[in-house]
């Protein structure tokens, strides 16, 4: 049984394009994350979400947003699609609250997304 | 200065070295710090937490030294497969992960 996972796992689009990233995890768990991963392989935080409630929205275009129908999913939504929006997506998810910092986040497969 | 930052490596050892890896962050009221695990083109995953004076598991230690601010793994008798890329990870609120130092163990 995979904890957490995420559809699709490639996904390859032209630019202005609107596409959907979804996430499942079936761990119980409260929290959940999106995370980029750029071509440097640097992972940074996008949003994370505690019980299908916002907590962390970073300094993300708006052209991302994401969905919480319930805890165990987590969607992210990203419209007009740019050449920098080229990376790996990673869902993650925690047990406890975001503001809990002892918590083990397990992560998804993650999504490769390629925006010609 | 980034918030958690790493030497990108790479380090190349031989089978069996003992290899350290340093990490500094900057915000001095981090509470919690990881090193995860990350294998080329797979999701990272938890190699160990560090919580106040260190932790040991099998062959990897990691330390934490507040007065300087950073955080150390130690892999002894390294093994092919401990190939992958290491990320120093502050907890609290908000996640900082640093770009990952990249080890490469060969035969």
């Known amino acids: 049984d995979t904890a957490v996972s995420q559809t699709p796992k490639y996904l390859v689009t032209q630019m202005g394009n609107d596409k959907s990233i979804k996430c499942e995890q079936n761990?119980?768990?409260?929290?959940m994350y999106w995370y980029k991963q750029d071509s440097k392989k640097f992972l940074k935080i996008m949003f994370s979400?505690?019980?299908?409630?916002?907590?962390i929205n970073e300094t993300v275009p708006n052209r991302f947003s994401p969905k919480s129908p319930d805890k165990a999913h987590l969607n992210l939504h990203i419209n007009s699609l740019e050449l920098g929006d080229s990376a790996v997506y990673f869902c993650?998810?925690?047990?406890?609250?975001?503001?809990?910092?002892?918590?083990?986040?397990?992560f998804g497969p993650g999504t490769r997304l390629t925006v010609l | 200065r980034k918030e958690v930052e790493q030497d990108p490596g790479p380090f190349n050892v031989p089978e069996g070295a003992t290899v350290a890896f340093n990490c500094t962050y900057s915000n001095s009221a981090s509470q919690s710090f990881f090193w995860y695990r990350q294998d080329c083109r797979k999701e990272p995953k938890l190699l160990m937490s560090?919580?106040?004076s260190g932790n040991e598991d099998g062959r990897f230690t990691a330390q934490l030294n507040r007065a300087s601010q950073y955080i150390s793994l130690l892999i002894r008798d390294s093994k092919l497969s401990d190939s992958a890329t290491y990320l120093c990870v502050s907890g609290g609120f908000k996640t900082i992960f640093g770009a990952g130092t990249r080890l490469f163990v060969k035969a």
């Open positions: 993650a998810s925690s047990q406890g609250p975001v503001a809990s910092s002892t918590d083990t986040q397990y």
């Open positions: 979400y505690n019980n299908k409630e916002l907590i």
């Open positions: 560090v919580y106040s």
């Open positions: 761990l119980g768990h409260d929290t």
